[in-house]
């Protein structure tokens, strides 16, 4: 494989599944804190509240960083340390922390890609609507011009939000993830207003004038297959489309939502926190988008869960996601189709032409761990699908392997390991898998051919 120089190679992380200290130096709660809390919410009654201790390993995880040789690493702030009740006061102490982080990858030449909202709300804006409050769009633009004004010296790479989708369907529809809220209009409010609150952070990161800094969001991307040809199968898989990629990528880069939400949506269609302002602000050029893929869904139509339309929450689309092609799985149960980034991005690049150039800013998987972390199967999962983002014909401009670390999978706990370093979760310590030094002399490969 080659890719054009300057390609970046890097490896993804968040801050509530990696950093810990959820209660130290003023750190404010989130909703994850208060969903993990929730008895069954997580399994095994898992909570992020010491996760991989990175908030005190922080220097040991970068010397891991800089060993593996990647040119870049993504992170995510979180809110709560920074602005504990959300807004108003700003806890120094939080800055400081990233600070540190943002200095020590810059002296290893490692270029820092910071997301602003990795799914973590301060609680005490959820207290007030969460994100099916408008106002939560404009404290979200305060918050990121807060943190862009601490480190735009240091970093040039601005996310405002991670997978918007599973903040809003995922938190406020499915209630599979904080705050566990099972809702049909409150959900796609959400959408909304997580997209005009990404927007709006733009413009504000914008307004503090400073030289070359680049802007971007990232988005989840999983193609949907229908399972068969027929017309209903067809449409059941338009409408999953609109649900998990276009009701996103629509407003985003062609201004306007998909139109076909009228009709998905009838009883709910009570678009009214839309103001007609909104569209524009969303559109806002950006310098990048960053793409996630996992797996590709294989879709069916099939009845509504909720009969009354009026009751339904904004999922229930009359779609069927679990039929499952017959091909080896991950151990999240994900089918493993590395064939389906090649078609995410094309995609993306297809019904948006002017696409700004694109990251890959997670991939990975989870297998069972085998006798002295020789994770054949993640190395093969790697090298798949690096081949199939370089068989996409599109500007695309790095890589981002996920994860770093083991981390908190989120409602799965610490079941689910995703990381090239294993962390004994008992005492702290590290030890790279074989896909470490894979990654790492495969980078080592690319530098010495391009
Ligand atoms: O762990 C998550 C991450 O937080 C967001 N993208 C998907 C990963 C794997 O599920």
């Known amino acids: 494989m080659s890719f054009p120089a300057g390609f970046r190679w890097g490896v993804a992380t968040s801050a509530y599944q990696i950093e810990g200290a959820a209660a130290l130096d003023g750190r404010g709660p989130s909703i994850w804190d208060t969903f993990a809390a929730v008895p069954g919410a997580v399994a095994n009654g898992d909570t992020g509240e010491v996760a ?45 922390f990233y600070r540190r982080l943002v200095d020590t990858l810059r002296d290893n030449d490692v270029e820092p890609f910071l997301t602003l909202y990795h799914w973590d709300l301060p609680q005490a804006l959820e207290d007030e ?89 990232v988005l989840n991307q999983s193609p949907t297959v229908p399972v068969t040809d027929s017309p209903a199968d067809v449409a059941a898989a338009v409408r999953q489309d609109v649900l998990l990629r276009r009701q996103f990528t629509d407003p985003l880069f062609g ?119 020789l994770d054949n199967d993640r190395i093969t999962f790697l090298r798949d699908h690096i081949a199939a983002a370089q068989a996409a014909d599109v500007d695309l401009r790095g890589y981002f392997c996920w994860s770093l670390l083991d981390n908190f999978e989120w409602a799965h706990g610490y079941k689910h390991r995703f990381g090239l370093i294993h962390v004994d979760y008992q005492t702290q310590e590290r030890t790279p898998r074989a896909s470490y030094h894979w990654y790492r002399d495969f980078i080592k490969a690319q530098r010495q051919d391009s």
């Open 255 to 373: 201004g306007e939502y998909p139109p076909e939400m009228e009709s998905m949506y009838g009883a709910l269609t009570d678009f009214s926190f839309r103001h007609d302002e909104d569209l524009s602000i969303i559109g806002q050029p950006l310098d990048y988008v960053g793409l996630n893929y996992y797996y590709r869904l294989h879709v069916a139509d099939a009845p509504h869960r909720e009969p009354d339309p009026a009751k339904r929450t904004a999922h229930d689309i009359g779609v069927d996601t679990s039929q499952l092609p017959n091909v080896q799985r991950t151990g999240m149960g994900w089918p493993v189709e590395p064939e389906g980034l090649t078609t995410a991005l094309t995609d993306l690049k297809a019904r948006h032409p002017h696409l700004p150039p694109i990251y890959v800013t997670e991939n990975g998987c989870v297998f069972p761990d085998t006798e002295g972390f």
């Open 52 to 96: 991989a201790d990175h908030y005190h390993r922080w220097a040991e995880d970068v010397r891991l960083l800089v060993d593996l040789g990647v040119d870049a690493y993504r992170f995510s702030v979180s809110w709560s340390r920074v602005l504990p009740e959300g807004r108003g006061k700003v806890e120094q102490r939080g800055l400081d």
């Open 129 to 217: 609507g969460g994100w099916r409050n408008r106002d939560t769009a404009g404290w979200f633009a305060d918050y990121a011009a807060t943190v862009h004004e601490a480190l735009s010296d240091g970093v040039s790479k601005w996310t405002t939000l991670n997978e918007p989708y599973c903040s809003s369907v995922v938190g406020y529809a499915e209630g599979r993830h904080a705050p566990g809220a099972r809702e049909g209009h409150g959900a796609l409010a959400a959408v909304h207003h997580l997209l005009l609150g990404h927007g709006l952070a733009v413009q504000s990161m914008r307004a503090n004038g400073v030289a070359g800094q680049e802007f971007g969001i």
